[in-house]
């Protein structure tokens, strides 16, 4: 904890110092200062900025950009526009960033400044882990003689996650799981189809085997009433043969007979 508290010490000492010596070329001439009085009560009032921006924001390691945003607000100052500045404080010496104003795309930093809507932002360009810090924003009337004429929000942490594969591995790992996700649906389609297949087996044996026993006994029953009609007609065969017999039998018996004449 010393070494950190040491740090922020110097930190805000370096950027107090900034801020005071905020001071445009004409403050060197022998101008009073400003001071403005509320109206109906005859008090002065000093000027009193109050900063506030966002205390944590995270971002990918594939982003590009991000933007932190300050929003401040005015109380007793000048209409004349103030002045921002971001302050950095990381791993290594807090620093000032965009002392110039860093307006350029192209830069690491950019800047933009909307002071008629009371907002700021610092655009962090190219991210990359090195980009983690702790990020703060200034704004000071440099005209404003009052101490609180020149203030700084909390600060913004930010934080950027470590790439831990390179964009080549990255698609590559996402292509492999595409083919494995195929595969996968593959498999599931032929398993299924087989699944129905042998499902369907069983019920064309079943019918088969029950086509089958209609045919036999289809032919059983045939079977039968064939059989059935010859017996009928061997018996009235057989009845005939010996009612003819018979009857034979019994003219013969009569032609013999003495009292036939």
């Not at 000027?47 to 950009?65: A, K």
Request: hydrophobic share 35%.
């Amino acid at each position: 904890m010393g070494p950190v508290s040491t740090s922020k010490i110097g930190l805000w000492l370096e950027i107090s110092l900034i801020l005071l010596h905020v001071v445009p070329r004409s403050s060197k001439s022998k101008e009073a200062p400003n001071t403005h009085v509320l109206p109906h009560t005859g008090v002065v009032s000093a000027c009193t900025v109050s900063v506030v921006q966002p205390g944590y924001l995270e971002v990918d390691y594939t982003s590009e950009t991000v933007t932190m945003e300050c929003t401040f607000s005015t109380t007793g100052c000048s209409s004349k526009q103030p002045r921002s500045l971001w302050f950095r404080c990381g791993t290594h010496q807090p620093e000032a960033l965009c002392l110039d104003g860093c307006r350029n795309k192209a830069d690491k930093f950019t800047v933009k400044e909307t002071l008629d809507q009371n907002l700021v932002s610092l655009t962090v360009n190219r991210v990359s882990p090195n980009d983690s810090a702790i990020y703060i924003c200034g704004i000071a009337f440099p005209h404003e003689p009052a101490p609180r004429a020149k203030q700084t929000g909390n600060g913004t942490t930010l934080v950027v996650r470590e790439r831990f594969l390179s964009r080549e591995v990255h698609s590559l790992l996402i292509v492999l799981c595409a083919l494995f996700s195929v595969y996968i649906t593959g498999v599931c389609v032929i398993f299924l189809v087989l699944f129905k297949s042998k499902s369907n087996s069983p019920r064309s044996r079943e019918t088969k085997e029950e086509e089958d026993s209609q045919k036999k006994s289809a032919r059983r029953i045939f079977q039968e009433i064939a059989q059935e009609l010859y017996h009928k007609r061997y018996v009235e065969t057989s009845q005939q043969s010996l009612t003819h017999a018979y009857f034979f039998k019994w003219y013969k018996q009569l032609m013999k007979s003495p009292a036939n004449p």
